[in-house]
């Protein structure tokens, strides 16, 4: 069993920052793929970005270039930075563990099987 917990949200002006923490528990945390999801009242959940156990990352289009995923396997903890925030950032954000990766699935939340309570990030215009 893994358990997710995301800390950072909170409400920020549009064109701010916000840094936004995943801490997950489980020994072999290097090894899973890390992803961060976001839903907004009324829409489905959708991919945000993901980070592979080697470290590599992907992005959705609609962040690319504002959001940055990073981890750090000492403290079992992934890392979202967004920055440039805009109004239709608007949600509550979760991580989600892959403890089994796979990286063809990485944008796919049925392939993720851990995920946290979530974080409310709310962008004032």
């Known amino acids: 069993q893994v358990q997710l917990v995301e800390s950072g949200g909170g409400l920020v002006q549009a064109g701010g920052s916000l840094s936004l923490s995943c801490a997950a528990s489980g020994r072999t945390f290097s090894t899973y793929n890390m992803g961060w999801f976001r839903q907004a009242p009324g829409k489905e959940r959708e991919f945000v970005a993901a980070?592979?156990?080697?470290?590599?990352?992907y992005d959705a289009d609609s962040v690319k270039g504002r959001f940055t995923l990073s981890r750090e396997n000492a403290k079992n903890t992934v890392y979202l930075q967004i920055n440039s925030m805009k109004h239709e950032d608007t949600a509550v954000y979760y991580c989600a563990a892959q403890p089994e990766p796979l990286t063809a699935l990485l944008q796919t939340p049925r392939a993720y099987d851990y995920w946290g309570q979530g974080t409310q990030v709310t962008v004032s215009s």
């Open positions: 980070i592979r156990w080697s470290g590599g990352t």
